[in-house]
């Protein structure tokens, strides 16, 4: 079983930067991608940005050229970094990570969320 640990939300103003972090740990087979979601009030979750072990990246249209994702594969950890903040960017953001079960299976974990709130 895989454990993800988030950090790094909080309370920014309209053009203002946030890094989240998101730790892997546990019995870990071999990730196959991280990603980051995130679920404004109100609204569906939503992707925001996915990277995978060949380091390919996928952005939602709405962060693109503002957020940057990056993983440290020694650590087990994904980062996002946001700059540029937006008020619609306010929502709880959650980690996902795809780890490999058996031959070709895989098997999803999410971490518990932390809040980014961008506001004046």
């Known amino acids: 079983q895989v454990q993800l640990v988030e950090s790094g939300g909080g309370l920014v103003q309209p053009g203002g930067s946030l890094r989240l972090s998101c730790a892997a740990s546990g019995r870990i087979v071999a990730i196959k991608a991280m990603g980051w979601y995130r679920q404004a009030p109100g609204k569906q979750r939503e992707l925001v940005a996915a990277?995978?072990?060949?380091?390919?990246?996928n952005y939602a249209d709405s962060v693109k050229g503002r957020f940057t994702i990056s993983r440290d594969y020694a650590k087990n950890t994904v980062y996002l970094q946001m700059n540029s903040l937006k008020p619609e960017d306010t929502a709880v953001y959650y980690c996902k990570v795809t780890d490999t079960r058996g031959w070709y299976a895989t098997e999803d974990y999410w971490g518990q969320g932390t809040q980014v709130t961008v506001s004046s």
């Open positions: 990277i995978t072990t060949g380091a390919n990246t």
